[in-house]
């Protein structure tokens, strides 16, 4: 607007005689306008106004809004009221032909219009009509809210003859037109052709915009064509979106992964742009909660859309379905949400994950086809710069555990009793370190028993690497929890590398391959297992390539009694060779940990301060069942390593380095002198001289085993080996030699004879029987021991861990060396045979090539990054938690179809719900394991330690419930442990002659 009005229609109650001198700006609410008089302001402004009497008083102030009706300025509670009295108007002034006189009686009649004189209020309302007849510009109208604000009482004015109060005037009703609603009025035939010319003039002016709202705005027959055009073109549109969407229902997980809500949103605004415009529209400029745009809301709306239009189109309701499956929703819910059109139904579902898991182990498959059609000369072309590309030949490994699941019974009878599947899992992972290029040929027998004992034992660069690890793992600790030590964050090794840290740092791929309901604890139901697993063994001609198949010790026990019990079959695959059994980490670890809290931690320590009893019940809850709670377990141990480990920094830095000064603060050499003295203080490692020193007598390293009773070979019969290690009948028996047949086989133990059974047994008894008390000097410092042994053992779980997160295979040989003496010392003989089968098939008892697969292929990074490895059988337990957690939602109707399509979605819950946030555009929630830190309960314990000067060497005392404690890391019966080495080397290679004889 250019120009204001000076003439103002005011019908509230206290603004009924004005003059535009006593109306004054006083404040104004809304955007100020460019004034020309003595009131500034755009439409739709709110300001107040004083109401003042001929003294210049102010009577009262009120809140009022101004509204621009064509060229009028109206002051009034709404715009509508405005609205119809410029309307009422107009049809006043045809109806008089311009007669100003009347024009103006009308006005103060209906609107209590007072002026000074007549003829200053015709001159008023004749440039109104002046600027009504030029046909000015209809000026921008903002939508405005309804003044909420209250009125105020005005006091009438008295008169001046008696002082009598005047009657208030009554407050009359605007004249509404019926042809009104809203802001909107019907033209008539004038303002029709003043319509016309306007909107023709916005044409012509390229103004299209407000030539479609002038005809909106006045004209119902215009919005119903346009209504009607726009219906044409959005259907034109959406046949157009229809012939090439990709909302269009997918058959591959691969496509529903790679689902993305831009891509439509992309699609749609190039193909049905006014749809797209419209639904724009509807949602606004608002940021959708949680997401950073409305692309996933808008996506979501036209996928509903074009599904209620054409079935077909039905990606998105099969991605919700799949989510809402594998959530373990009900049928019902399918039901309802899918006459919305939000999912498909559960039947379709059901097709969809049955065809997406048809070719659940395609990859694997190529993998296998991949390696039998590359002949050695291509593997060692494709494997020249090995380093560098460490994956350019496929191999993989496969690792497989027991998983049960037990069902109960509503109502147990007869026929409905309590359930147990007994089920055997397995998945493959992709090697990140490669070995095809390496020699695959097997070795003799005879080159199992040229393997020198030193293999077996830790040699003296093992110990300088043990030493240097825990020397790491202790600045580690000084440097997150000594003050004196922060600043030497960055100068710290956090990452110890190795030879292929950048290939261990890889994301793994990993395939489960399903379940099959199978026993493993029973030989027939392993010997299935085998023959299942063998489809994946790649063959070259006649020759297998052997694959390692990982497992726990009771696993690795069983395929090794299945391949015996095949001994004799005719063929290589029939006697099942293809699979090469090695035992996994997690377990040991768990064995390991349990008899670290068997030494150090018993119920009758608990008024013991400094024990491990007396710090959980200041700290934390732990059980005695280890394999349950084991990560609480470990890290219950790592917390009090971390607090001795302070301490005994503490103690030995210097006085000024307890000070929190600038210049306390110690060097890179202070902190390895000080991690020095710590690790000097508990490092006796086992001597591994004193076994390789000791005698044996020769009667026993020249006598030979003979399997069997019979001391002889017999060709198409199967095996049978006694129970008891230390048999000296044979150790392995033919199945006609002890009248039994393969179906009979026991699925546990077994023995050859009486004497054997109670031997074992003897054995078994004296091991779990208290230890014997050792004879120690008066001036020993037993709480010191205990510090020590705490110390040794807790950094000992520490660095196997970070072995196997950095998956260094030379670290984790290593630490199984010393682990042999462990196992041999705690009298775990099964440990024992497995730990020593492994360090034999890694130094030359198998082909270079699955010795190196052994040795660097143990571990696998579901996430990928430096330090994210962990053991394949940990993996496996995972897998067996998120199998058994899915067959919840099953209930107790489980199936064998159930079960493998449940099993065979292993993992891919997470990759569909992962896609869905990427599609949605929502953060992944990744969960890791919370890993608390608590500085507080730390700096308690540390304390605690300091106080009762656990770490200075103080002799005669010690801890109640451990009076006699001492550190003991030597064996205590070296030449036992060798004979127990050369003994079980000899049993290997007496194996392998025994399969070597056989001819395929």
């Known amino acids: 607007m250019d120009q204001y009005v000076l003439l103002y229609f005011a019908w509230d109650k206290t603004l009924s005689v004005k003059k535009l001198e006593d109306i004054t700006l006083v404040e104004e609410k809304g955007d100020a306008g460019d004034a020309t008089g003595p009131i500034g302001c755009k439409a739709g402004c709110e300001f107040e106004v004083q109401d003042?009497?001929?003294?210049?008083?102010?009577?009262?102030?009120?809140?009022?809004?101004?509204?621009?009706?064509?060229?009028?300025?109206?002051m009034a509670p709404s715009k509508a009221r405005c609205t119809n009295q410029l309307?009422?108007?107009?049809?006043?002034?045809?109806?008089?032909?311009?007669?100003?006189?009347?024009?103006?009686?009308?006005?103060?009649?209906?609107?209590?219009?007072?002026?000074?004189?007549?003829?200053g209020a015709s001159e008023k309302l004749s440039a109104v009509l002046k600027e009504l007849a030029e046909d000015a510009p209809l000026p921008k109208k903002k939508k405005v809210a309804h003044p909420w604000s209250k009125k105020k009482k005005v006091v009438p004015k008295k008169t001046a003859e008696n002082g009598a109060p005047q009657p208030k005037p009554k407050k009359k009703k605007a004249a509404c037109n019926s042809g009104t609603k809203g802001n909107t009025a019907v033209w008539d035939e004038a303002s029709s052709r003043q319509g016309r010319k306007t909107v023709s003039r916005y044409i012509l002016q390229g103004q299209y915009t407000r030539a479609f709202k002038s005809m909106v705005k006045a004209s119902s027959a215009a919005r119903r064509a346009l209504r009607r055009t726009l219906q044409m073109v959005v259907s034109a549109e959406l046949k157009d979106l229809c012939n090439s969407s990709i909302l269009e229902g997918s058959t591959s997980l691969e496509q529903l992964m790679c689902f993305r809500w831009q891509d439509v949103e992309c699609q749609a605004s190039k193909q049905a742009p006014t749809l797209m415009a419209a639904i724009h529209a509807v949602l606004g400029k608002k940021k959708m909660y949680n997401t950073t745009t409305s692309t996933p809301v808008v996506g979501s709306i036209l996928s509903q859309l074009m599904f209620t239009r054409n079935k077909k189109f039905n990606a998105s309701q099969h991605l919700v379905g799949i989510l809402m499956w594998l959530a373990g929703c009900g049928r019902e819910l399918?039901?309802?949400?899918?006459?919305?059109?939000?999912?498909?139904?559960?039947?379709?579902?059901?097709k969809r994950l049955d065809t997406i898991i048809k070719d659940y182990d395609a990859q694997v498959c190529s993998w296998v086809r991949d390696i039998s059609t590359q002949s050695k000369q291509q593997l060692d072309v494709g494997n020249q710069n090995i380093d560098k590309k460490a994956d350019s030949t496929p191999s993989f490994t496969l690792c497989f555990a027991n998983v049960n699941k037990k069902t109960e019974a509503g109502?147990?009878?007869?026929?409905?009793?309590?359930?147990?599947?007994?089920?055997?899992?397995?998945?493959?992972?992709?090697?990140?370190?490669?070995?095809?290029?390496?020699?695959?040929?097997?070795?003799?027998?005879?080159?199992?028993?040229?393997?020198?004992l030193q293999t077996y034992m830790p040699s003296q660069a093992d110990v300088q690497t043990l030493r240097m690890e825990y020397l790491t793992m202790v600045e580690r600790i000084l440097v997150n929890n000594i003050s004196a030590f922060e600043h030497l964050h960055t100068e710290v090794t956090w990452h110890i590398p190795h030879l292929y840290s950048d290939q261990a740092a890889r994301k793994s791929t990993l395939i489960p391959l399903g379940v099959m309901e199978k026993d493993e604890s029973k030989i027939a139901d392993t010997i299935d297992i085998l023959e299942h697993l063998q489809k994946y063994v790649p063959e070259r001609g006649d020759n297998m390539v052997k694959i390692v198949l990982y497992g726990d010790r009771l696993s690795c026990e069983r395929v090794n009694d299945a391949q015996n019990a095949r001994i004799n079959h005719a063929t290589e695959k029939a006697c099942l060779q293809g699979l090469v059994g090695s035992i996994q980490e997690w377990n040991k670890r768990a064995l390991l940990l349990e008899d670290t809290y068997k030494e150090l931690f018993t119920q009758t320590s608990a008024r013991d301060e400094g024990t491990l009893y007396h710090a959980k019940n200041m700290f934390g809850q732990i059980t005695h069942n280890i394999h349950e709670t084991f990560d609480h377990s470990y890290d219950f141990m790592v917390f009090c390593t971390k607090a001795y480990v302070t301490a005994a920094g503490i103690t030995y830095m210097d006085d000024g380095f307890r000070k929190d000064a600038p210049d306390a603060l110690g060097t890179l050499d202070d902190l390895h002198r000080v991690a020095e003295r710590v690790v000097s203080m508990f490092f006796f490692p086992p001597n591994a001289a004193k076994v390789l020193e000791s005698s044996v007598s020769e009667k026993v390293m020249q006598s030979e085993t003979l399997f069997c009773t019979c001391k002889s070979k017999k060709d198409g019969e199967g095996w049978i080996g006694c129970e008891y290690p230390g048999c000296t009948r044979g150790l392995w028996f033919h199945l006609g030699c002890v009248d039994m047949r393969e179906e009979d086989m026991p699925s546990g133990a077994w023995y050859c004879s009486d004497l054997c059974k109670n031997s074992h047994t003897v054995e078994l008894l004296v091991s779990k029987k208290t230890k014997r008390k050792t004879k120690v000097p008066s001036k020993l410092d037993h709480k010191l021991e205990y510090s020590k042994a705490l110390m040794w053992r807790g950094l000992g779980h520490m660095v196997r861990q970070d072995s196997l997160r950095e998956a260094d295979g030379d670290r984790i040989l290593m630490h199984w060396k010393f682990d042999l003496f462990e196992f041999f010392e705690k009298h775990h003989p099964k440990y024992f045979i497995q730990c020593?089968?492994?360090i034999t098939d890694v130094s030359g008892g198998l082909s270079a090539r699955l010795s190196h697969q052994i040795l660097w292929n143990r571990t696998v990074n579901p996430h990928g990054g430096t330090g994210g490895n962990i053991e394949m059988d940990l993996q496996m337990e995972?897998?067996?938690?998120?199998?058994?957690?899915?067959?919840?939602?099953?209930?107790?109707?489980?199936?064998?179809?159930?079960?493998?399509r449940y099993s065979h979605l292993i993992g891919i819950e997470k990759d569909v719900a992962k896609a869905c946030d990427v599609a949605v555009q929502r953060r992944p929630d990744f969960r890791a394991r919370e890993k608390v830190v608590d500085s507080n309960n730390l700096k308690e314990l540390v304390k605690l330690v300091l106080d009762h000067k656990l770490l200075h060497y103080i002799p005669g005392r010690s801890h109640s419930a451990f009076q006699d404690f001492i550190l003991k890391t030597d064996i205590a019966s070296p030449e036992k442990l060798k004979l127990r080495i050369m003994k079980r080397q000899k049993v290997l290679a007496d194996q392998r002659q025994l399969f070597g004889s056989v001819t395929f």
């Open 52 to 74: 003042l009497d001929d003294a210049g008083k102010n009577v009262s102030t009120v809140t009022k809004k101004v509204f621009f009706i064509g060229t009028v300025l109206f």
């Open 87 to 119: 309307s009422e108007f107009q049809r006043q002034l045809e109806e008089n032909g311009g007669n100003l006189e009347q024009l103006v009686d009308f006005a103060k009649e209906k609107m209590n219009v007072t002026t000074k004189t007549k003829r």
């Open 334 to 350: 399918f039901e309802r949400l899918n006459h919305l059109g939000i999912c498909m139904s559960i039947s379709r579902i059901r």
């Open 411 to 452: 109502h147990q009878t007869t026929d409905n009793k309590n359930k147990q599947y007994n089920l055997v899992q397995t998945y493959a992972a992709k090697d990140r370190i490669s070995c095809m290029h390496l020699d695959d040929s097997h070795p003799s027998a005879q080159d199992i028993r040229n393997i020198p």
């Open 836 to 838: 020593h089968r492994l």
């Open 878 to 900: 995972f897998f067996n938690k998120e199998f058994k957690e899915s067959l919840k939602s099953a209930g107790g109707n489980l199936t064998e179809q159930t079960m493998a």
